[in-house]
């Protein structure tokens, strides 16, 4: 089923209204509460790219999934309670792809990602308000632009649906358990990176996994040369911001150039070091392998299947 991010760029007033309107949540986040503007970029994620890969409907049920979610995983701070919330949401997000196409869930698991980098002692119910009120801007911004639903698939067959399951709950724990052996604090970047390899098509998610590694390679390398060329911060604040615009505006296009202006809008805006931007190549690096080495994993367990089926 087409879409309009099926190879097509979007405007550059909407990638610019994106952007912007990103941008005031955030701070208005950051305003509100200590580390509201990370439940800010969770929730705005959530809601716009949510509203974008499913209809209202779909959105609003996968919506309150996650901010039941969010709302135990601030209440009791448990590790087990935040792999139980993913488990349940990888598991609606292969049932949603297969009863009507929908991709909310898998946004919907990033902002969940995005929200648990708040340090559980500091989690309060502000941040939940914070992540629906975003959320809430998200959805209606989509709406406004004319995006919402806009990249609706076709339901998946149920090995699709099996096969989507599986390559999230094998390669998050995979991820995650990298990210607790690397110890460091921006590991948490291998599951973020991960996650949203699954809104390619299945059979294209390995080519698309390997150009956004490239991606994020050259956008690191990028970023690091602007950081050391003597640009003030705020020069680098406004390039960062122009980074995102352009990764916005090309985001229905190759993957490559998305994931390069993106990164270089993260590590600018973030302030990177040389330490940063090595470990987020050495991040996606992980994650391209991770991704092939799942693609061709399940792949070969299907024809293993299929051929003992039909002898």
Sequence with gaps: MPTKFDG???????????????????????????????????GYSAGFLGSVFSSL????????MVLVSILLCTLFPLQWIAFLCGFVLISWAAFEGYKNGGFATVPALNGL?????????????????????????GSLLSAWLN???????????FKEAISVWLFLIVGMSLTSFLAHVIGNQKSYWLSLLFVFRVLAPLQKVPDAALRFGVGVALGSL??????????????????????????????????????????????LVTAPTLEFAVFRIEAAAMVVFVVGGLSFLISWCWELIESRSEN
């Design 8 to 42: 097509r760029l979007l405007s550059w007033s909407t990638a610019l209204a994106i952007c912007t309107t990103a941008v005031l949540v955030i701070l208005l986040g950051g305003q509100v509460v200590a580390f509201g503007g990370i439940a800010a970029v969770g």
């Design 57 to 64: 409907v779909s959105n609003a049920r996968t919506f309150a």
């Design 113 to 137: 990602l995005l929200y648990l980098l708040i340090p559980p002692d500091e989690r309060i119910a502000v941040h939940v308000l914070v992540f629906l009120a975003a959320a809430t801007v």
């Design 147 to 157: 995006l919402a639903g806009s990249a609706i698939r076709s339901p998946m067959t």
């Design 222 to 267: 990028a970023a690091l040369c602007l950081e050391f060329s003597g640009l003030s911060h705020q020069g680098l604040l406004n390039l960062g911001f122009a980074s995102a615009v352009i990764g916005v505006h090309r985001i229905g296009g190759n993957t490559l150039w998305t994931a390069m202006f993106f990164t270089i809008a993260t590590l």
